[in-house]
């Protein structure tokens, strides 16, 4: 392949594609004899084709289970996510992966039908059921062929609200759990990832531990961590169930209703966590991974929330950073130097502010060389950018939103934003307008307040005795090593 | 039974195209798709990493690498800067069989994207030079230490293929190639490459979504009717059926917690008699939770941390794959032992009708779903073209899992997973007494 999909900003989009559209012009009935096109400059494009808002019905049961209902019927299929607005930012103290624990059980049991029935029953129906935590919400999600539609969301009501937790089931997928996080140890990559979190956050913020648990964690948690959890926050009043497809609004309500209705409201806590303070220096930490070809690198600090009003500055001066494949890191570090196959950068934007990370592999003899070039990049950013690379920026920000609305799967996780951060109901109207305002001083404003070349976390993952010396002789800060976790390393 | 998916699931699988070919011998097919204002593009290559030569493995795919590095009228960086631009998403594939360009774009777009991919089949090479070479080189060798030497079991395919098919055979090298013959790739094999198979009677276009016929008609004329017809393509081997003579057991240490085991068996290729049967049967081995190697290994007796099977189907012939992973302190040898008994329960009592029904259902559902966007119809109608001979596949593929019997999965059990196999176990670095040796049929 030429690249691996770039991760964009860890926000999602949204918006319509009906109503007008450009038509090619019809052709004369006596076409005119084969031209050929002059090569010399690339074609001019008509204008592009209009985005309107999706007619999203809300409806909100009796019990306050709020729905979002999108009518599509392109194809016998429907969608449903039940999002619930607590993730893994709600595990209790020590015990990360409760959340994610929490959904993964959904399917392991309920008071009529046990994991394998579950299983064999979506099977059979051609459905996909599925559950799982991230940080500011669980999903419990359902695929199914319309013709299905009814012992499908039967199914998934099921799930929803009767789970039973089985202890034999919290067992096995415990110790499935610590057999993964062993496996971890050969992932170069997942490495990094957790180190730099725990590197970013410590131990106090739950963004410092992995969703999936650690080992201590995964050990200490017990089924009553879980029916807690559950308890607490899988309430309709803190849920929203959004719907796609070829559905019809009043009798899909009817029949969400019967299956839901009688799901009882709850107090939900929300819990509030301090931010960790922000580092005071540029610290590279060096993770040994003996032999390793490629070292994984994560470069980076705390970032924003997604409540940021500096949202669409972010949006396009990401863009033109690490966010595209054209994008100055991956152009820089990828296309001019070779040093990788690819090179990123993203916001991760969550209730609190989640990561600022740029990454890449790179192959282990250019690791100094490719850290210098990344940090020419982020600095470079901090200057006035070019207009042609901002309207560049721009342009495929506002264009590309119809690829991320063609399926009901599409449409459905696209509304997801909208739920969990509360987005004002002329949002996806306005989202093209809010990107054409975006200035040169607006994107080189928000690149000097939110990246700060002399306080990143720089996390290497690869061969020490190969690295370390070359990493020292940069000067770039001082080179720690840590452990796999991302702790110091014991005497 | 299961009353209702199965005609409904027919009706809505329909992909109609409209197919014909320029005198030049460029193929196009035409497949329109008003649902959403975008359209997609995808550009096959009849060739693929199997039409390489000893000693430039890789070829095929560091080529598609060059492919987006401009041509006589598109400078360095500008084929990604002109797309971006215009809202537009583009990737590239190779495999075995062919190579892939795909541009999926909102509609205005379209003719920018025609424009783009007829300069790179037209004139390409005018703007060739070794800095291109040199520079994808270098970041195809990155892609295989991140795809590859880089990854726990990483090298676990080609180590296979490599014992599986006899030498000379064109899947008995990765795809990615070796990094002794990315490294001896000259400016003379891309040139030659090129004026190979990189011409129009050897390209088929396929465009989905929404577009105007006529003037979709009147861009590809204009655009790539100039491009001369090449030379007819060079002769494809037509390699015997592989049969490997005895059971053979591997063993390969890497960088890993756990051993893993690999069987592999030769089996039937892609849209042939037995095709659709050997998918059904990798379905019920270790599809769901209640397959027959999940369930036990993985689930009952949770001595496995995964278990998966599947038949990874090509042109010329095909893989059927069981896959596991022991638990800490579990021998791959036990694991073994177990994947034997079911294997033999099943050739002796054969399957149960829900076994038959969940992985027919799946597989129908899973062939909706590929109709969910323009570029996975574009990619589609190119794929069944050339695998399948017609664009107008879609049903029939689908109805392939649906004429799929009980008699049949028990039958191509027997046919296939009887023959010799490979066996590789991958073992932590030191222990390879760990190796499977015996204990499967």
Not at chain 1, 36 to 57: M, N
Not at chain 1, 100 to 126: H, K, P, V, Y
Not at chain 1, 159 to 181: A, D, G, Q, Y
């Amino acid at each position: 392949m030429k690249h691996v999909s770039l991760p964009l900003l860890a926000l999602v989009l949204a918006a319509c594609v009906s109503g007008p559209r450009t038509e090619a012009p019809a052709p004369s009935a006596a076409a005119p004899a084969p031209m050929v096109t002059d090569r010399r400059t690339a074609p001019v494009l008509g204008p592009p084709p209009s985005l309107q808002l999706p007619p999203i019905i809300r409806r909100e049961l009796s019990n306050g289970l709020k729905l979002l209902i999108v009518e599509h019927r392109e194809l016998p299929v429907a969608d449903f996510i039940l999002l619930v607005g607590t993730g893994g930012e709600g595990d209790p103290a020590g015990k990360a992966g409760v959340a994610t624990l929490t959904a993964s059980l959904l399917e392991e049991g309920t008071s009529t039908r046990n994991a394998l029935q579950i299983a064999d029953q979506s099977a059979f129906l051609g459905a996909q059921v599925g559950a799982t935590s991230a940080w500011d919400a669980s999903r419990v999600a359902l695929h199914t062929p319309t013709a299905q539609l009814d012992s499908a969301l039967a199914l998934f009501a099921d799930v929803v609200l009767r789970p039973s937790f089985p202890v034999t089931e919290i067992e096995r997928l415990r110790k499935e759990r610590l057999t993964s996080l062993l496996q971890v140890k050969d992932q170069p990559r997942a490495i990094a990832d957790r180190a730099y979190a725990s590197i970013l956050y410590g131990a106090g913020h739950p963004y410092g531990q992995p969703l999936s648990g650690t080992e201590s964690s995964t050990q200490a948690i017990v089924r009553t961590d879980i029916q807690q959890f559950y308890r607490m926050y899988y309430r309709p009043n803190n849920a929203t169930l959004i719907i796609v497809g070829d559905v019809r609004p009043d009798e899909i309500e009817r029949k969400v209703a019967s299956l839901f209705g009688s799901w009882e409201r709850g107090t939900v806590a929300r819990s509030e966590w301090k931010q960790p303070p922000p580092s005071s220096t540029t610290t590279i930490y060096l993770i040994d991974k003996p032999g390793a070809p490629q070292s994984s690198f994560r470069i980076g600090s705390v970032g924003v929330p997604r409540s940021t009003s500096d949202y669409f500055a972010l949006l396009v001066m990401n863009t033109i950073l690490g966010g595209s494949f054209t994008s100055r890191l991956n152009n820089n570090l990828r296309e001019t130097k070779g040093y990788t196959y690819g090179a990123r950068s993203r916001f991760d934007m969550r209730r609190s502010a989640g990561p600022f990370t740029a990454s890449a592999e790179i192959t282990a003899a250019k690791s100094d060389s490719a850290l210098i070039e990344f940090m020419k990049e982020l600095r470079a950013i901090q200057d006035t950018v070019p207009v042609t690379e901002l309207m560049k920026a721009k342009r495929l920000r506002q264009l590309e939103l119809p690829a991320s609305f063609e399926s009901t799967r599409d449409i459905a996780s696209q509304l997801i934003p909208i739920v969990l951060y509360d987005l004002p109901g002329d949002y996806y109207n306005s989202y093209v307008e809010q990107i054409e305002r975006v200035t040169q001083a607006d994107v080189q404003r928000a690149a000097r307040r939110y990246i700060d070349t002399s306080k990143l976390a720089v996390v290497i993952v690869g061969d020490r005795t190969a690295l370390e010396s070359a990493l020292k002789s940069l000067q770039m800060g001082t080179v720690e090593i840590r452990d796999i976790t991302g702790q110091p390393l014991r005497p | 039974m299961l009353n209702g998916t199965g005609p409904l699931a027919a009706q809505a699988i329909s992909l109609a195209s409209e197919k014909y070919t320029l005198p030049n011998g460029l193929e196009v097919i035409l497949h329109e798709d008003r649902s959403v204002p975008m359209v997609a593009v995808n550009m096959y290559y009849k060739v693929g990493s199997g039409d390489e030569k000893p000693g430039r493995t890789g070829f095929a795919h560091l080529f598609e690498h060059i492919m987006f590095m401009g041509s006589e009228h598109v400078q360095v960086g500008m084929f990604d800067q002109l797309l971006e631009a215009a809202g537009a998403d583009n990737n590239g594939s190779t495999n075995e069989d062919r190579t892939d360009y795909n541009i999926q774009m909102p509609s205005n777009a379209l003719p920018l994207a025609l424009w783009l991919d007829a300069d790179r089949l037209g004139w390409l090479l005018p703007t060739m030079d070794q800095a291109k070479l040199d520079l994808q080189r270098d970041v195809v060798k990155n892609e295989r230490r991140q795809g590859v030497d880089n990854v726990p079991y990483g090298r676990a395919f080609e180590t296979i293929a490599q014992a599986l098919y006899p030498s000379g055979h064109p899947y008995s090298w990765p795809v990615i190639g070796s990094m002794a013959d990315l490294s001896a790739a000259s400016l003379d094999d891309v040139k030659q490459f090129f004026r190979t198979y990189y011409v129009p009677n050897n390209a088929t276009l396929a465009i989905a979504g929404d577009f105007h016929r006529d003037s979709v008609r009147r861009w590809v004329e204009r655009n790539f009717s100039q491009i001369p017809r090449g030379p007819e393509m060079p002769a494809r081997p037509t390699p015997a059926p592989v049969i490997i003579a005895r059971d053979t057991f591997l063993v390969l240490e890497d960088r890993v917690q756990l051993p893993r085991v690999y069987w592999t068996w030769p089996s039937a290729p892609l849209f042939q008699a037995d095709d659709a049967a050997l998918d059904v049967l990798a379905y019920v081995l270790a599809g769901d939770k209640n397959s027959r190697l999940y369930k036990r290994l993985v689930y009952d007796m949770q001595l496995a941390q995964d278990v998966s099977a599947f038949q990874a189907s090509s042109r010329l012939t095909s893989q059927f794959f069981i896959i596991a992973t022991p638990k800490p302190g579990q021998s791959p040898t036990t694991i073994a032992g177990l994947v034997q008994e079911e294997l033999s329960r099943l050739m002796q009592d054969g399957v149960m009708p829900r076994e038959l029904e969940r992985a027919r259902n799946t597989f129908r559902a899973r062939k909706i779903d590929q109709l969910s966007s323009v570029q996975g119809k574009a990619s589609l109608l190119n794929y069944y073209n050339y695998f399948a001979g017609t664009p107008d596949y879609a049903r029939q593929d689908a109805e392939r899992y649906d004429r799929v019997t009980q008699a049949d999965v028990h039958r191509v059990a027997h046919t296939y997973l009887e023959k010799p196999k490979v066996v590789l176990t991958i073992v932590p670095a030191g222990q390879t007494a760990l190796k499977v040796t015996r204990g499967s049929r």
